[in-house]
C-alpha cells in the first residue's frame, strides 16, 4: 500500500507520547503503508477480513459488559472482564470523536490464552486494518486474535 500524505500524518501521530506515552508502533520501522498491507494480507490468509474480527471483539466486548468490572462467563467456554478507564483518546487518523479507554480481557478456558483490547482496537480496526505495529505491547496480532477469540 503507497505511503499516502494522510498515513504519513497518522504514523506521526502513533509516535510515542503524541496521544499515548508508549505510541502505537512499538519498535516497528515500517512505513504505515506497509504494516497496514502485511496485516490486511495477515488476515486474508486466515479466511478472515477486517469487519469479521471488529464484529467479534464487539460481540465479546458486549457481553461481558454484564460482569460489571469483573469477569464473567461467555458460552461456550470464555471469560470476559470489560473494565472502564477513566480517560479517551483520538483516533491517530485524525478521525473526529473521541474513543472510551475500556479495556476488555477475553480469557478462552479451552486453551488458557487471553487477549486484551481496547473500544480504540476496536475502531483501527474496523475504519482502518491498523492492529498496531511489531513490539507495541498492545498490538493485536491478528492470528493470535483468531485463535484466542475463535474467530471463523
Ligand atoms: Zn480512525
Not at 465479546?60 to 470489560?82: C, N, Q, W, Y
Not at 491517530?92 to 474513543?99: C, K, L, N
Not at 487477549?115 to 496480532?141: K, Q, W
Request: proline share 5%; with cysteine.
Amino acid at each position: 500500500m503507497k505511503q499516502t500524505v494522510q498515513m504519513q500524518k497518522a504514523q506521526g501521530q502513533m509516535t510515542p507520547g503524541v496521544i499515548t506515552r508508549d505510541g502505537f508502533l512499538g519498535d516497528d520501522r515500517r512505513l504505515l503503508g506497509d504494516i497496514l498491507l502485511a496485516d490486511d494480507a495477515a488476515v486474508k490468509a486466515l479466511d478472515l477480513d477486517h469487519e469479521t474480527v471488529a464484529a467479534r471483539l464487539i460481540e465479546l466486548r458486549d457481553a461481558g459488559m454484564a460482569g460489571l468490572g469483573e469477569f464473567i462467563d461467555v458460552a461456550p467456554h470464555f471469560e470476559v472482564r470489560v473494565d472502564s478507564v477513566r480517560g479517551r483518546l483520538p483516533c491517530p487518523f485524525g478521525d473526529p470523536g473521541i474513543f472510551p479507554k475500556t479495556n476488555v480481557t477475553v480469557r478462552n478456558r479451552k486453551t488458557g490464552r487471553e487477549a486484551t483490547y481496547t473500544d480504540l482496537h476496536i475502531h483501527l480496526i474496523l475504519a482502518h486494518g491498523f492492529y498496531e505495529g511489531r513490539g507495541c505491547p498492545f498490538r493485536l496480532e491478528p492470528k493470535d486474535l483468531a485463535e484466542v477469540l475463535e474467530i471463523a
